[in-house]
């Protein structure tokens, strides 16, 4: 595991997180991921570090409003957000990080359009080794 930096377009929200050099990133195609191009990874909380911004984040929920769908209110990028799947967990967007630090990006397509149907292909953090 390292340290990984990331941040909103305007740098107003900056976070950290640690993971694996080698991503695993899963690509869904709901109708939010579909139209953000959102590349999720999923990091524990004590694996996640907010270092500046949260005056500058806003929340969107919709459905069953258990994801917590944050944006910068400046520049309106969802960098990192609080998942349905994993509500214990963040999901950054792996297109948010500063790729100094990735070596590989391996992008892993998940059916979020018919999420019900799918969830349990979604793999706890916890259980990757």
């Known amino acids: 595991m390292i340290k990984h930096s990331g941040g909103c377009h305007c740098g107003r929200v900056r976070f950290e997180i640690e993971a694996e050099p080698d991503i695993e990133a899963v690509e869904c195609n709901c109708s939010v991921c579909s139209k953000t191009g959102f590349l999720h990874l999923i990091v ?12 500058s984040l806003s929340t969107y929920t919709f459905n069953t409003g258990v994801a917590k769908h944050l944006f910068c209110k400046v520049c309106g ?10 509500p ?20 892993i397509p ?20």
């Open 44 to 55: 524990s909380r004590p694996q996640f570090t907010l270092h500046q911004g949260a005056e």
């Open 88 to 107: 214990q967990d963040y999901s950054v967007n792996v297109r948010c990080l500063e790729p100094g630090t990735i070596r590989k990006i391996t992008v």
């Open 77 to 86: 990028i969802k960098s990192f957000y609080i998942p349905r799947s994993h």
């Open 110 to 129: 998940f059916d979020g359009e018919h999420w019900e149907d799918h969830v349990l292909e979604l793999v706890q953090p916890s259980s990757k080794s």
